[in-house]
């Protein structure tokens, strides 16, 4: 057993972690689903030494929070995984899984108290390690194509009204041009590298491909949810747009 980081979780210890990679602290939280049937299971299964899966938090749709591992020790949470070039994102988080059923259990909406439990720990965790809001992540944002949680109905937005992440209105979908795969050339290449400077793996080579169809529904699904398709139209390049042009980093 160990004393909670969050005041006000209930402490259920998983086996599942180790040691920070040359004792980094964590400056970044990436949220998941569980994509399990019920929260219990996937507690459960976070528990289980041969799962070798954990997370630090779990948060139950009623808004109950447990403490699985120690925020000082590194969680297995977010597997081969990469965000501004690092790949040890385990090393680098606090990882949060929310019980929802997810993808294959037809993505139930978030109730209203889980997701007041979710922002009261983020701003809890965000607090005491100083983590900046853009780097307050979807799984799916760090293991684009491999993972698509915490899924497109997450209330990012609710979030965000609570000074939680890192957001704009996305962009109104209308016509006109757009990339997608198979495209090649100078646009595709600025895209690729609007996406790589915000944090996503992309290599910048000017060719619309797989991996750049990935990182954009990836995008999408956290920025512009409306439509995850992969296909960059101009509201999801414009999306984009004014979200790097209101990045903290660049100082405005
Ligand atoms: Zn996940």
């Known amino acids: 057993m160990f004393d909670p980081d969050f005041a006000g979780a209930d402490v259920v210890p998983s086996p599942n972690h180790g040691g920070r990679r040359e004792g ?18 996937a507690l459960d299964w976070l528990c289980r030494p041969e799962s070798e899966v954990s997370s630090h938090y779990m948060v139950y749709e009623d808004g109950r929070i447990v403490q699985l591992v120690p925020e000082s020790r590194r969680a297995w949470h977010a597997g081969k995984s990469s965000w501004m070039g690092e790949i040890d994102i385990n090393s680098a988080s606090i990882g949060i899984e929310i019980a929802n059923p997810g993808h294959p259990g037809g993505l139930p909406p978030f109730p209203e108290k889980q997701i007041a439990a979710v922002v009261e720990l983020c701003q809890d965790c965000g607090a005491r390690w100083q983590i900046a809001p853009e780097r307050v992540l979807a799984h799916s944002d760090v293991a684009p194509i491999r993972k698509v949680d915490p899924g497109e109905n997450f209330p990012w937005a609710a979030l965000h009204a609570a ?4 957001l704009v209105e996305p962009a109104p979908i209308t016509g ?25 793996a992309l290599d910048i080579h000017g060719e619309f491909d797989a991996r750049t169809e990935g990182v954009v529904a990836a995008f999408q699904r956290h920025f512009r949810p409306e439509k995850v398709d992969g296909v960059a139209d101009s509201s999801t390049i414009d999306t984009l747009h004014r979200l790097l042009t209101s990045l903290p980093r660049l100082g405005s």
Do not use: C, N
């Open 24 to 41: 980094r602290s964590p400056d970044m939280i990436v949220l998941h689903y569980t994509g399990m049937p019920t929260a219990d299971a």
């Open 163 to 166: 000074g939680v992440g890192h």
């Open 176 to 200: 006109g041009r757009f990339f997608q795969r198979g495209d090649s050339g100078q646009p595709v290449e600025a895209l690729q590298s609007m996406l790589a400077y915000y944090g996503y």
